[in-house]
């Protein structure tokens, strides 16, 4: 037994010995024991089990209130984004309507422009002040000016910013339709609504089932909008975790809303891996063929796509123009909500890149994103190496610990570490990370494993065997082979990993708001400040100038990974995975 | 120059190669074959060192390279899929092992330039992409990669299965002009029964993780050892007892009535061949027209025997028309 460990730690070599060693501590450290210990912290009570965390809970007609609300949202979403998002990719990919390419641009636009950064663009629009309630207050000077805020504003916010998913997955499950099973069915006879209802629908099935869970869970841990647009009037659970947590007093309560929206997530994520395990509708057709547009005969069937189209295009391009605009002005029409040639100025812009507290927290965010979108792409090489090239308990344990962020919401993983590193704890060398700058960052990697690590795994899975084998029969050493041959077939895949992570974690402020040093604040919270209403006139103008250049920087992010080599394309449809 | 002796692999329970002897001479071309799943591949990657086996050893002129790493054992190999390296270029490509063993680059110029000419790649060719080159100049690159370290023994893995029927037969010939040239002991994989009897100076049949016949491509074709290589190599008629009865009654040949003879379809005629010939009248039910010849299934009291006549521009029979059979009982294999 003794001899075969022996012979087992002489195969994996020094450096391997060193890698295992720091990924098991990492693993440990920051994916278990936070976990066990926020629900310690949430069941013992002076050394001593109980449950009277249930019994406040149950009191708290808030918390109640917020849970029930998640729930409405959560079903109401799943109604609403399915359908607006159904809709979009048929008016881009199966019906024929003019100008499509330009509409497409914005409905892609949700891959840009999302997070707090779309609730506080819509509550700048549509708010009391906003440039398009000014504009209705014109029309019905009777109405009501804070008219956008509540159940209302939150599921409109939502549905139009949660249909990014539908675009990539339903628009590429589509494209994945055999056209010779259209012109099979029309050969038949069948109408263009049996063809719509009985051919092509169906097949979207599997893809919608996923899309319907990843948008209750969605829903369920909807942060920006209600708490930036719900008002009193309409909380949910994650925004009443982050007033909870701020008390010592209600700490535990916070934390056991959390886990109940991990067992939520993780119960609906089961679910998931059942429908995907279920299997897709795949083309059986050898010689496939590629889907061609639908026209629509029935003139008033036409006119109807065509305008709820073109209405769609409206809610999801305007708020980016006027966003654009109102960037371009001054806090007289920023405050007043309107729009003049007067109020054009490029001060904004020049003050994003003079002044110190303009540009401070984009250079915190960039240095953030940056270093954890790279950290946890080199995390991931290096777990899927160990994944692929050892299949052992051992790796097959780590795999799985690695994924464990996956199954929870980000705030429930940034409360575990609130409550487990705010004082010294031996397997973090007694330092207290609460409250210094690198706990962001740790947390930031922590939540892009499971997402890094489906991608790079798979890139690593497309390395055909044969290739290392080759270079080893040549006389190759494995890290030779590493550097030279599989390191450069998974660099586009990499790539493409750090630029999603970069993008997703810029203005992040879910897991943000509650880690940041108070002195390093990043875009996100500084961008959700600026959108409370005792917020100066100052920091709301440079939101606009935030969202514009965050707008372009995603946009050149996505360019990369999708312009250029589609390699993002063809990862996701290998690991039909999604980025959290 | 290489021996398996007592070769076992295995999978978990699962016995992929099952005590396996077979020695190989020096400058042989020798090939493995079998159907998929026979553990042809199997033994060749136990060879390279790829996989360790469970049992037994592998001598390369007599010496244990049993345990001996992949890069130590200098075999040089072709992949089916080429395995070429998709980020390199041509040149790279068949550089790599001379770069691994830290040559110069004048001498890496050197010899990639005289092993490009060995496989026929020009220059301009060299400086190519791998994924600009054709099927047949990829396998090239494979080859001209396997062979420049000058390995003692070349290993190739089904290295004609990706291409097609006419550029396969190409490259057959060249592969084994280049083997000849050498001199380098080749160790070749397939399932296509036609390549290993066109290239091969000995044949081992692969199946269910055993030899069945190791010989010479006409021993083989010709003196089947057992049904399944009389079965898996060519097209053969089944003789079924009653059939063996007519033979014997005409030659006296002494065959086993109880066992099923088995003859080639292409030593079955519907003209006669020799004196001593096997007559069996019976009635055209099919008749495939393949361009050089035609094939007939022929029904002999209620048992379908096929044979084949060449399109020489005699006349040819009808489906339904009656047909007399030639075969010569020396040709009936019994096992």
Redesign the interface.
Known sequence: MKQLLIRKLQKIGPVGIIIRVVLIWFAIAFLIVPNINMIISIFVKDGRFSTDVFNRLLSSERAIKALINSFILAFSLVISVNVVGVLLVLFTEYLEIKGAKILKLAYLSTLVYSGVVVATGYKFIYGSTGFATKLLLHIFPEMNPNWFTGYFAVMFVMTFACTSNHIIFLSNAIRGIDYQTVEAAKNMGASFQAILFKVVLPVLKPSMFALTILTFLTGLGAMSAPLIVGGQSFQTINPIIITFAKSNYSRDIAALLAVILGIATMGLLAIMNKVEKGGNYISISKVKSKITKQKINNPLINILAHATAYLLFVIYAGPILLVILFSFTNSEAIASGELSFRFLTVKNYLRLFTANDAYKPYLISLTYSILAAVAVALVAVVVSRVIQKYKTKFSATLEYTMLIPWLLPSTLIALGLMTTYNRPQMIMFNKVLIGSSYILLIAYIIVKIPFSLRMVKASFYSVENSLEEAATSMGSSPLNTMIKIVLPIIFPAVISVVALNFNSLIAEYDMTVFLYHPLLAPLGPVIKAASDEEASLDARTMVFVYSVILMLISSLALYFVYGKKKSLKKLLKIVGGTNK | MIDFRNIQIKYNDFVAIDNLNLTINRGEFFTFLGPSGCGKTTTLRSL???IQPSGGSIFVEDKDITNLP????K???V???Y?L???MNVFDNIA??LK??KFSKDKINQLVKSVADKVELSTAQLYRNISELSGGQQQRVALA?AII?EPQILCLDEPLSNLDAKLRVGLRGELKRLQRDLGITTLYVTHDQEEALTLSDRIAVFNKGRIEQVGPPYEIYNHSASEFVCDFIGDINRLKGSLITRVIEQTQKPLNVEKEGFIRIERVSAHKMEAHDVVLAGKVIEREYNGIYSKYSVDISGECIKCIEKNDGSRYFEEGESITLHLNSNDIMQF
């Open positions: 390279v060192g790829f992949v890069e130590k054992r075999i040089g190999i992949f089916q899929s395995a390296f998709p980020t790599f092992g691994v063993q990669r370290l």
